[in-house]
Each structure stands twice: as structure tokens, then as C-alpha cells.
């Protein structure tokens, strides 16, 4: 194999490139992109188990009526932050570790085209997640207004939203990175042949979430920049006594936080949209139809964001402008899903591991964009908004549409970086665990949000008792299935199957990523591939 | 679109034995009947809820239906959807030998699917638009009330009647902490309920002192956010009496899961009675002197007295019952500077709040309730505080240093109440003839002051006579008909016109304000809204 100009001047032997350097301090420095796709990987397990366990917090609590585990103000904390680090901690970082490391793989480019920078944008993430974590300890605690961080409660708030909003900044900054040099690995890197409509999905659906993330990560910077501005420099953006709105907030944060939906979901659909064909052994029905929805996915993403608002008392052209474009939405995800059950259809369907997350994922998605499309229709969403239907809703999408893949993904790729095949028993037993779990914690909470609980409160009334405690006892189960997860994880890394992975460990699977050996060698396609 | 009501899940009844108590049994029932008996639970069981609360109000009703349709469409879709998949798992496996077709595109069907949701989007919509412009014209009120969300609790104005009060929270703080039973309403119930009447439009004047807050009661099908700064509005109209329940539903800090809303709609009857009772409680349109309690009263009896207060109007819920507050957010009171400083300095900050800060006023409690907290606070935990308060020393700093002139000072206070409002004590004037407000009918479209306008003149000028500084607020209306530029221009000819009687009659023009309304109409019907209220200024 020849060799682009590095500092590997021996021989070394046959094609094993792991010519690494072994210090410690690798982790600071280097700038491969597969060792920094691992750290993204490792550091977003961190962060879920944090966000986790708040989670757990939080539940612990709701478990029965009264006041037993946290005091209100933690309480508030707990939920703040836990969806905080669950989005920017957790499910986001994951997505750019899966980029990372398979992005470049499957275009056949060497590396990430700004590779120090990737060093950089990863280690922005660690001093704003001890900013976060930190936040639990100052005078005050941490942010308690929600992750949303309405003012003019986030106005109220003691050092610990200081502290979140110096985090945001910095995620925003890694994440605004990353996604430049997505966008231009992407653009510049592919293997000569690999034309734009020859891409795997996974890189499409990841270009466009990279444009979705530097056209609303300034936006939300710019909101929470407003906001510490209100809260030390006397500015009244969102004061009404000094000429501002509250509610303009609102306005300023959705057109962020609408997209970042799909930021989250774009990538994981791009993820079911490599495994299904493989594990049907049939290629992905609708390619081109496929790019196409998700990009008016993406665009109508900026035209939505208003729906979370219905109830600040929008104007009534307001709520049915909003409404009609929400309902829109259901179009080009409808196409989504029909496309991957084509794929399916008359397919060879095997159900390993990653295609039984991905079956999940598309069960746990599909309700929760039915569930969408309910608080789509404004008189219904008056009546769930900030209600646990609501809570039910968002991690029908999230856990399932982000967290499922994210697990697909691992069992899908693990094989390919850590050159062993993970255990499938037990990764059947941590799908059907987590599956039963999650319904378990969140199917009762729609029922809850219907008969009238609101989210973000830690006492209820007594109508509440039995649905909650239902719901608590199925997140400790999912929190267990994520310790089985990590076990297995480590089985796979130390060869605890002892089957090792071929190049291709999945024989219906296509692209480039496939014709490397597994493990990936530390340097792969130094020489680009020329795809027909 | 709409169904009839038997067609949804409301009537269905469980089938599952509902246990009580926390054993471990009833996790595992809890459990089992989350995997099994979902859609087998039903309204009837409220403790398994699984449906919208049933509906009082034609805008909740839609709601309720629009939730059944598009539950139903979307169920329906589901299992066709995954019907498919799962006949494709089942007979599309490589394990049954079954091969892989090729295809992978296919313009008809892709068109097809991309056509037929849109269509069920276009049946939704129509019922869905017909909801919102139900739900948001909120013209023709008949009667209108303003709420103000506060840190934690909600403020009713009757701002036509001339009253208001605050409702706050009334479990009490043993339940919360597990050291009594929990009762049905708990977390769900306040000491003084909104009350209106059964059938009536309701205008509610939506805002907020301190930050977001939501006025939501699921059964009226409203849930409008309170924005400070800003009034929105939302309506409903009752249908059925009884009392409805609803919560806070924009996170507003620590207690925001203990400013519950309670609604109780009342028969056109039982509300008058209640109006005229409370008019009479606040002393709406009565002229008497405030009652100063004079009376000092045994140190014992305010700090037994305080710590009831302290844990029922809201001084727990930043202060914390052992008054430690929350450490860089809400100050702790043991050990306070203020607290054991000056007392007028701590009746003051309890009278005005503390702008800028969750500390509001608390100037509806009476002088005797202030006048406990403050003692309580100033001798409760480590506090051992030097000076110390009595309902008079309140009473001085309510009124700006001094006790008003004509105060009728009462040696025999009234029995200690709690957090009640009636005690608003608005300064008015010492006892003499002349019982303002006074109105004046007109005719319809007519700006001329009607043959009976004499009695009411004759009120305001016994009131003027009987009070050197007192001056009066002239206020024209208009019935609800004919437009709006017309109708402002006729309510101020109106205003004009008894202005122009009251200076005939040698009343000088500086005590005569023409104050605007802040509707233009009201009142019960056509007859009664065309008027020019007196009132004392």
C-alpha cells in the first residue's frame, strides 16, 4: 500500500497500518479522525449516564405523590439539565462520533478534511460538560428554568445559568466546527466516481444536518448571549418594563430549537438508512426520494417553530399558518418510512441485532410522529402543550429516533472498529430489555398528559399515583439495559465473542467502508478508491 | 368531523383490580398492567386514566373530538403500516429462504404515498381550523376578568365589580410532606376560587407579575400562557355548574407544581348571591372608614398566629419552613439582617416586595397577619429579635407613616383570619351621606341626560360637600351595538354632558375627572351599558 507523506518510515508488514503514537497524551493531540470519533463516542456515553441518572432523579421522585428523594429546587435542576446534556451531551456528540469515524470510510478520503480542528471541536465539549456538571455545586445550583431557558425565569436564576449559557456557547462553537469540516469532507473528500447522488445516505443525511447546524447554532447563541446580557448588563431584550418581550425569546429560540428536532433525527435516519438494505439484502428503495425528503424535512424545519408556542396566544393566522405547515411536516416523513418499509419489502430479512434497534426505531419513531401530528392540530396541542403527552411525544422521537440507531449504529459498526463481532445474544436481550423498558416508562405518560398532568412538577395530585409509578419502575429498567449495554460493549472491545469481524462482518452490506480490514487500520485510503 | 361521545375510549371499564398502598405487589401489577392492560384502562377508573377530562365547555368539546379523530386515524394507519411490515418480517425472511428481490424505485407508488397523506392532512385541517377560530374569538364578552400569575399563586380581579382577591394553594404543607394523608384535591385546591356563572362568555385578561406562568383548566378547554408585561386574552363559557380543577403549566420556578387553579361555575343565581356577598365583603360601592385594629395583642398569640401565616400564604415556598432559604437564589430568613432588624423595615418590605425579585407584595394580608409573620420570623429558629410588631405598627406603614385621620380606630379587632383579603383596606372616607357610585342611565344612541339624573346628581353632591378633597371619576359607556368609533365618541359626549350638570350645579372642575372606561361596554344588558358611572376618585 503506498503511503501519503507521515511519520511512519518502516515497514510494516502486511496491510496492518496501526502506526499510532502510544503516549498518553495522544488523547490531547491527535488529530486522526477515528481516534477522535472514539472520543466522541466515549465522552457521549459519559454524558448519558449523567443525564441518566438525573433522569432517575427525576422519576425517583414522581414515583408516588408527596415529596420523598429531591427538594422542588433540585427537582428543577434535574429536568433542566438533564435535557440539556441529554441533547448537547449525549445524543449530538454521538451522531458527529459516528461521522467521525465512518464519514471518511465511506467516501474513501484519509482523514477529515480540517483534522486539527477536529482535535479542537472535540475538546471544546469536556470544559463545557464540567461547566454543566459543575453547575450543581455553586450557590444556587445549576439552572432550574427548563432546558428551554425561558426568561424571564433564566433572568431570576443564580450563577449555575451563567454557567449553561458559557456551556452553550461552547457547544455551539465544537458544534459549528464540526460541521464545517463535515461539510467539506463531504463536498471536497469523496473518492473520485463518488458522485453526490452515489453517496451513502449516512453522508447525506449528515450534510444536511450540517447546514441545518451553522444556520441555527449562531441563532441560539445569539438568544443566550441576549439573555446574559439581560441578566448582568442591564439590557431589557426580554423585559417588558424596558421595551422587550419575553416571548421574543420564544420566537428566537425555536427557530433554533426546531431544527435541532431534526438535527438530532436526520443523522439517524441516515444511520436505518444503511442498515435496513443491508439486513433486507435489497437495496434502499427510493434513493433520490429519500434525499429529497430529508431535505424538505430540513427546510420546513425553519418554518415550524412557532408550534411550540401556541399557547404564548399567537395570533389566530399565526396558529393556523404554524399548524398548517406542522401538519405539512408528516408528508415527506410519511415518504420516509413507506421507503423503508419498501426496502423491506420482498426483501432476505435477517433480524440481527443492529436491524431489530432499527425495526425499534421505526415501531418507536412512527408513534411518535403519530403523536406528533396530534399536537400538531392547535386546539388539541392547547390542551397537551407542557403536559407529560408532550414529554411521552418528544422521547418517542428522541430516545427512539436518536438512541435506537445510535445503538444500531454501534452494533452495526462495532465490528468494523474494534475488529470483533459483539455477542448477539446478548445484544438481543439489550434490545427487547430496553424496548419493553421504554414503552414501559413512556407509553403511560401520554395517558398521564391527557388526564391533565403538567411536565416539570415534582408533586402531583393522587389521580396521577398509578401511571407514574409505572413509569418509574420502567426507566430504572432502562437505566439497568444501559449498564448490559456498556458490558457488552466492553465484551466486544476485549474479543469476549472470540469471533473475530471479517472486512465485511454483514453479507448484505454495501460501501467502501466494508472493503477495509476490521479492525480499521489507524490510516485507511491513503490512496482514494475509484468508485464505477 | 365530530363523534358522538360513545364512540370514544371514555366509556370502556377496566377490567384490572386497582390496588392501593406502595407494596411491592403493586409494582408488579403496576408493570403488568402497563404491558397488558393498556388500552384496557378507562376514564372510569380515574386513578388509570388514559383519556382528555371530559368536557365542559363547547371549545373543550371540540378539542376532545379532534383528539378522538385524529387518535383514530392515526391508529388505523399504524396498524396498516406495521401489518405490512410485520407480513414482510414474517414472510420475507432469509431464514425461510426467501430471495431478494432487486427493486429500488418505483414513481407511481412513491407518488401515491406522498398524495394520500397530504389528503388526510386536508380532512383534518378543516375541522381543526373551524377549533381555532372557535377557540380564539373571544368578541361579545359578558362579563371579564383579569388574572395575574404571581410566584406562586394567581390573582382574580372582577375589574367591573370593583374587587379582587388571591388564590392560593391550600394543602397543606403536612400532606406535601408525607406526615398526613394525602386528600383528593390534593395539590388541586385553593382558598378562594375563581367563581363565575354557568353559560356566560367569560373574557379572562391573561398576564403575569413576575415571570411566565399558564392559566390552564383542561375541562374549560383553556390554557393561555401569563406573559408580564403583557395582557392575552382566552374565553369560555361553562356549560354544566360544578368545580373544575387545573394547574400552573409554564415552569415558574420552585413551586411551580403548588399554584393549582380552581374554577367553580355557578348557577346564574347562586353567583349573584356570591357577588352581592363578596361587593359587601370588600366594601365595594360602600363608603366606611378602615378599621384599625389598635388592639395590642400578647406577643404569644401573633407568633402562634405567624406561623400559621408563614406556612399558608406563600412564605414557605422561597423561605423554606425552617426559613432557610435556597442558598444564592431565595434569602434565608434565620439569621436575616432584616428580620432581626428595624420591624418597620421588614412591614415595609412585606407591604411593597421587593421589585426585580420573587419577593412580592403582600399587602392583602391584614395588619394582624403581617403583624404575626413578622413576629414569628423574628422569634422562630435562631432569630431572637429585639423589636417586634403589632397590627398598629403595620397599619402606620400602610397608611405612609400615620394612621388616616378619620380612621375609626377599633379597640375590638375582629377574630384573627387568615390570608383574607377583605382586609384590602383601601383608605375611603369617614361615614358621611352621599353613596357614590352613582349611574345614570341614557338612552339608546342619546347623549341627553335622562329625567331621573337628578337623584344621582344629588349623590355626588352630597359626597363632594361631605369631603373637602375628595374629587369624583366621570366614566362613559355604551351599549354593544353600532361601531366602535360611534360608540367611544357617544360614551364621551355622555361623560361630558353629567360633567357639565355637576359644574351647573357649582361643583368645581377640578374635582371632576373624566376617566375613560377600559371597555367600552358591560354591564347585563343593552339598557344597563348605556351609562355614566360617579365614582369617588
Known amino acids: 500500500m503506498a503511503s501519503i507523506p507521515n511519520d511512519h518510515s518502516h515497514d510494516h508488514g502486511h496491510d496492518h497500518h496501526d502506526h499510532h503514537p502510544t503516549s498518553w497524551t495522544r488523547i490531547f493531540t491527535t488529530t486522526n479522525h477515528k ?50 446534556v441529554m441533547i448537547f451531551g449525549a445524543i449530538m456528540p454521538a451522531f458527529v462520533g459516528f461521522a467521525n469515524w465512518m464519514l471518511p470510510l465511506q467516501l474513501g478520503a484519509p482523514d477529515m478534511a480540517f483534522a486539527r480542528m477536529n482535535n479542537w471541536s472535540f475538546w471544546l465539549l469536556p470544559p463545557a460538560a464540567i461547566l454543566l456538571i459543575g453547575s450543581f455545586f455553586v450557590p444556587g445550583g445549576a439552572a432550574a428554568g427548563g432546558w428551554t431557558l425561558y426568561p424571564p425565569l433564566s433572568v431570576q436564576a443564580g450563577m449555575g445559568m451563567d454557567m449553561m449559557i458559557f456551556a452553550v456557547h461552547i457547544m455551539g462553537a465544537s458544534s459549528i466546527m464540526g460541521s464545517i469540516n463535515i461539510i467539506t469532507t463531504i463536498l471536497n473528500l469523496r473518492a473520485p466516481g463518488m458522485t453526490m447522488m452515489k453517496m451513502p445516505m449516512f453522508a447525506w443525511t449528515w450534510l444536511i444536518t450540517a447546514f441545518l447546524l451553522i444556520a441555527t447554532m449562531p441563532v441560539l447563541a445569539g ?68 434525499v429529497y425528503a430529508t431535505a424538505s424535512i430540513a427546510i420546513l424545519s425553519f418554518i415550524v417553530w412557532a408550534h411550540h408556542m401556541y399557547t404564548t396566544g399567537l395570533p389566530a393566522a ?62 388539541v396541542d392547547i390542551q397537551l402543550h407542557d403536559t407529560y403527552y408532550v414529554v411521552a411525544h418528544f422521547h418517542y422521537v428522541m430516545v427512539a429516533g436518536a438512541l435506537f440507531s445510535a445503538f444500531a449504529a454501534v452494533y452495526y459498526w462495532g465490528p468494523k472498529w474494534t475488529g470483533w463481532m459483539y455477542e448477539e445474544k446478548l445484544g438481543k436481550i439489550h434490545f427487547w430489555w430496553s424496548l419493553i423498558a421504554f414503552n414501559v416508562t413512556f407509553f403511560p405518560q401520554h395517558f398521564l398528559g391527557l388526564a391533565g398532568m403538567p411536565r416539570r412538577i415534582p408533586d402531583y395530585n393522587l389521580q396521577f399515583e398509578n401511571w407514574n409509578a409505572v413509569s418509574s419502575v420502567g426507566a430504572f429498567a432502562f437505566g439497568f439495559a444501559q449498564i448490559f449495554f456498556i458490558v457488552i460493549v466492553i465484551r466486544m472491545i476485549t474479543g469476549k465473542s472470540g469471533i473475530r469481524a471479517a472486512a465485511k462482518p454483514w453479507d448484505g452490506a454495501e460501501g467502501l467502508e466494508w472493503t477495509v480490514p476490521s479492525p480499521a487500520p489507524y490510516h485507511t485510503f491513503e490512496t482514494p478508491p475509484v468508485v464505477k | ?36 392492560g393498556l388500552v384496557a384502562a378507562g376514564a372510569a377508573f380515574a386513578d388509570w386514566a388514559i383519556d382528555l377530562q371530559k368536557p365542559n365547555s363547547a371549545v373543550a368539546e371540540q378539542m376532545y373530538h379532534l383528539h378522538v379523530v385524529i387518535t383514530l386515524i392515526c391508529v388505523i394507519i399504524f396498524v396498516l403500516v406495521f401489518g405490512v411490515m410485520f407480513y414482510s418480517l414474517y414472510a420475507h425472511r432469509k431464514s425461510k429462504g426467501h430471495k431478494a428481490a432487486n427493486f429500488h424505485e418505483n414513481a407511481t407508488v412513491e407518488v401515491v404515498w406522498t398524495v394520500i397523506p397530504f389528503l388526510i392532512l386536508l380532512v383534518m385541517a378543516w375541522p381543526a381550523t373551524k377549533a381555532v377560530l372557535d377557540m380564539r374569538d373571544s368578541s361579545a364578552p359578558e362579563m371579564t376578568i383579569k388574572v395575574t400569575g404571581y410566584q406562586w399563586k394567581w390573582g382574580y380581579d372582577y375589574i367591573h365589580d370593583g374587587f379582587g382577591y388571591v388564590s ?45 406562568h399558564a392559566w ?57 348571591k356570591w357577588l352581592a356577598a363578596q361587593k359587601d365583603k370588600y366594601g365595594v360601592g360602600k363608603v366606611a372608614a378602615p378599621v384599625i385594629d389598635t388592639k395590642t395583642y400578647p406577643k404569644d398569640e401573633l407568633i402562634a398566629l405567624g406561623k400559621t401565616v408563614y406556612e399558608t400564604a406563600g412564605c414557605t415556598g422561597c423561605h423554606g419552613p425552617a426559613g432557610k432559604g435556597v442558598p444564592g437564589q431565595f434569602p434565608a430568613l434565620d439569621g436575616s439582617k432584616v428580620v432581626n432588624g428595624a420591624a418597620s423595615d421588614q412591614i415595609a418590605l412585606l407591604l411593597n416586595g421587593k421589585p426585580g425579585t420573587a419577593m412580592a407584595s403582600f399587602k392583602h394580608l391584614s395588619d394582624k397577619d403581617i403583624a404575626a409573620v413578622i413576629d ?17 405598627d403595620v397599619a402606620k406603614v400602610r397608611y405612609g407613616g400615620k394612621l388616616p385621620a378619620d380612621a375609626a380606630p377599633s379597640a375590638d379587632a375582629k377574630p384573627a383570619e387568615m390570608a383574607k383579603p377583605a382586609e384590602t383596606a383601601k383608605p375611603a372616607e369617614a361615614a358621611v351621606p352621599g353613596a357614590l357610585p352613582a349611574k345614570i342611565y341614557f338612552a339608546a344612541g342619546k347623549k341627553d341626560l335622562p329625567s331621573d339624573v337628578k337623584v344621582s346628581l344629588d349623590a355626588t353632591l352630597a359626597f363632594l360637600k361631605g369631603r373637602a ?58 339598557k344597563e351599558a348605556r351609562r355614566v358611572e360617579i365614582n369617588p376618585a
Request: aromatic fraction near 12%; glycine fraction near 8%.
Open chain 1, 318 to 379: 399565526g396558529q393556523l399558518y404554524f399548524m398548517y405547515a406542522t401538519m405539512l411536516i408528516a408528508v415527506p416523513t410519511a415518504c420516509k418510512i413507506f421507503n423503508w418499509l419498501a426496502t423491506m419489502w420482498r426483501g432476505s430479512i435477517s433480524l440481527e441485532t443492529p436491524m431489530l434497534f432499527c425495526l425499534g426505531f421505526l415501531f418507536l419513531f412512527t408513534m411518535g410522529g403519530f403523536t406528533g401530528l396530534v399536537l400538531s392540530l392547535t386546539p
Open chain 2, 168 to 212: 392560593t394553594l391550600a394543602t397543606p404543607l403536612a400532606q406535601i410532606q408525607n406526615q398526613e394523608v394525602k386528600g383528593a384535591n390534593y395539590l388541586l385546591e385553593v382558598d378562594n376560587p375563581l367563581v363565575v356563572p354557568v353559560g356566560k362568555k367569560i373574557r379572562l385578561l391573561i398576564t403575569a407579575n413576575d415571570v411566565l
Open chain 2, 1 to 36: 368531523m365530530s363523534l358522538p361521545h360513545g364512540l370514544t375510549f371514555n366509556d370502556k371499564k377496566v377490567v384490572v383490580t386497582v390496588m392501593h398502598g406502595k407494596s411491592l405487589k403493586q409494582l408488579f401489577s403496576s408493570a403488568a398492567v402497563a404491558l397488558f
Open chain 2, 216 to 272: 390552564w383548566v383542561p375541562a374549560l378547554g383553556v390554557k393561555q400562557d401569563a406573559i408580564p408585561g403583557f395582557i392575552r386574552d382566552a374565553w369560555f363559557r361553562a356549560d354544566r355548574p360544578g368545580i373544575y380543577r387545573g394547574n400552573c403549566a409554564e415552569l415558574c420556578g420552585k413551586e411551580h407544581g403548588y399554584m393549582p387553579i380552581v374554577v367553580e361555575v355557578k348557577t346564574q343565581a347562586d353567583y349573584d
Open chain 2, 376 to 392: 414569628y420570623t423574628r422569634n422562630a429558629w435562631s432569630n431572637k429579635a429585639a423589636e417586634s410588631a403589632q397590627p398598629v
Open chain 1, 223 to 290: 438568544a443566550v448571549t441576549m439573555l446574559l446580557t439581560d441578566r448582568h448588563f442591564g439590557t431589557t431584550f426580554f423585559n417588558a418594563a424596558g421595551g422587550g418581550d419575553p416571548v421574543m425569546f420564544q420566537h428566537i429560540f425555536w427557530f433554533f430549537g426546531h431544527p435541532e428536532v431534526y438535527i438530532i433525527a436526520l443523522p439517524a435516519f441516515g444511520v436505518v438508512s444503511q442498515i435496513i438494505p443491508t439486513f433486507s439484502r435489497k437495496p434502499l428503495f427510493g434513493y433520490a426520494s429519500m
Open chain 2, 469 to 526: 378633597n375628595a374629587k369624583v371619576d366621570i366614566t362613559g359607556f355604551t351599549d354593544q351595538t353600532g361601531n366602535r368609533e360611534a360608540n367611544l365618541e357617544l360614551a364621551k359626549e355622555r361623560a361630558k354632558a353629567v360633567r357639565a350638570a355637576l359644574e351647573a350645579a357649582g361643583i368645581a372642575k377640578d374635582r371632576i375627572n373624566m376617566k375613560p372606561p377600559t371597555e367600552i361596554t358591560g354591564g347585563v344588558d343593552n
Open chain 1, 35 to 84: 481516534d477522535i470519533g472514539s472520543m466522541y463516542m466515549w465522552f457521549s456515553f459519559a454524558m448519558f449516564i449523567s443525564g441518566g441518572i438525573m433522569a432517575l432523579g427525576i422519576r425517583a421522585e414522581l414515583f408516588t405523590p408527596g415529596l420523598q428523594v429531591v427538594r422542588p429546587e433540585l427537582f428543577n435542576q434535574l429536568t433542566t439539565l438533564h435535557g440539556i
